[in-house]
């Protein structure tokens, strides 16, 4: 019996849902095919075809309105045409599914500017697979490429964010933190609830020392900003640089 539209959907993302496109290394652009980590997805990783995708992936894994991907989703037939005229059937599996928190699914491609102008009938393509995916699946198509992904600071931004991600061991000091940043007045600065949290520097204690060596690297406010913004608590302007005098700001209702 067929699936329907809805149970396909829901399929791709499933915990144990398989990619339909294997990337190894050094396939389609060599040496570029990249493992991205991500609590998104089931398998924990993503295998990126291209930097430009990765790069992409920064900004979904850092999105709080989506919630959960799914790499290489499935292969789908649409209707095209050879010459603008005779109709046909092609192929294609877009690079990434994507379920937002409201219940919307989007497909993405991501495919750099310069092939895509190289690319014979290009826009018409994108033409059919939107429609395509707009009648079978209810859902959205686009395509992103660098005038979108990489955008400065935009870009440098998530990936700092990105690095203060949560991890499945941390100390309990950073669980502390986001509560403080929770029940403060906001907009602040991250700089002014550091300096008003004794806790905000993490320190290490070697054999034989009996003082603990505080790690100036490391500022769990900032840490815990990053996070809170990553789960859609706090927002940050990621049109300007992020430092510690960067403001936080409520989310709109």
């Known amino acids: 019996m067929a699936k329907t539209a809805p149970d396909l959907l829901e399929t791709i993302f499933a915990d144990g849902h398989k990619p339909v496109r294997k990337v190894g290394r050094g396939m389609y652009h060599s040496g570029q095919a990249i493992s991205f980590p991500t609590n998104k997805v089931g398998s924990g990783i993503v295998r990126a075809r291209s930097a430009l995708m990765a790069d992409g992936l920064l900004h979904l894994d850092t999105d709080p309105n989506v919630v959960h991907l799914s790499p290489y989703p499935m292969e789908v037939a649409y209707w095209s045409t050879f010459d603008g005229e005779t109709p046909a059937k092609r192929d294609h599996i877009p690079d990434m599914a994507i379920l937002l928190r409201g219940g919307d699914v989007v497909f993405i491609d991501y495919v750099p500017l310069l092939e895509q102008i190289e690319t014979r009938r290009f826009r018409n393509r994108v033409v059919e697979r939107v429609r395509h995916f707009r009648e079978e699946f209810d859902a959205a198509y686009v395509v992103h490429d660098e005038r979108s992904i990489r955008i400065e600071p935009r870009l440098s931004n998530l990936r700092l964010m990105w690095t203060h991600r949560a991890r499945r061991t941390e100390p309990a000091s950073l669980a502390h933190a986001r ?38 690297e ?22 300007k640089r992020l430092t510690l005098d960067s403001m936080i700001f409520e989310v709109a209702a």
Do not use: C, H, Y
């Open 179 to 216: 509560q403080i940043i929770r029940e403060a007045g906001l907009p602040v600065s991250i700089r002014a609830i550091a300096d008003k949290a004794d806790f905000a520097r993490q320190a290490i204690i070697w054999e034989d020392d009996e003082a603990p060596t505080v790690v100036v």
């Open 218 to 239: 490391t500022n769990l406010i900032f840490t815990a900003v990053m996070q809170l913004a990553m789960r859609g608590e706090v927002r940050l302007d990621l049109g």
